[in-house]
Nanobody, 116 residues
Framework: QVQLVESGGGLVQPGGSLRLSCAAS?????MGWYRQAPGKQRELVAT???????TYADSVKGRFTISKENAKNTVHLQMNSLKPEDTAVYYC?????????????WGQGTQVTVSS
């Protein structure tokens, strides 16, 4: 079982910055963030593997940066130049390989609101 503890999020004005963090228990292959806006499907924001390979959604490239602290098994999502369309509930995700195969784990979600 993997436990994910999220922190960060909140209300910020357009053009502002926020930082999300997610701490995981256990050995994780890949961690990342997804988001879901009202009335929309959950979508990938960014992921990072244990080896440091990253993936970003086109909509956040150049504005968001995902990083990790191996010693703390924690990932951070630095979000700059935030736009109103970034408003959503952000979910931490962890992909772990188990004896039964790959399994996804999810955090409880944290609200990010970009508004003036």
């Amino acid at each position: 079982q993997v436990q994910l503890v999220e922190s960060g999020g909140g209300l910020v004005q357009p053009g502002g910055s926020l930082r999300l963090s997610c701490a995981a228990s256990g050995t994780i292959f890949r961690m990342g963030w997804y988001r879901q806006a009202p009335g929309k499907q959950r979508e990938l924001v960014a992921t990072i593997t244990s080896g440091g390979s990253t993936t970003y959604a086109d909509s956040v490239k150049g504005r968001f940066t995902i990083s990790k602290e191996n010693a703390k098994n924690t990932v951070h999502l630095q979000m700059n130049s935030l736009k109103p369309e970034d408003t959503a509930v952000y979910y931490c995700n962890a992909l772990k390989f188990t004896s039964s195969g790959p399994r996804d784990y999810w955090g409880q979600g944290t609200q990010v609101t970009v508004s003036s």
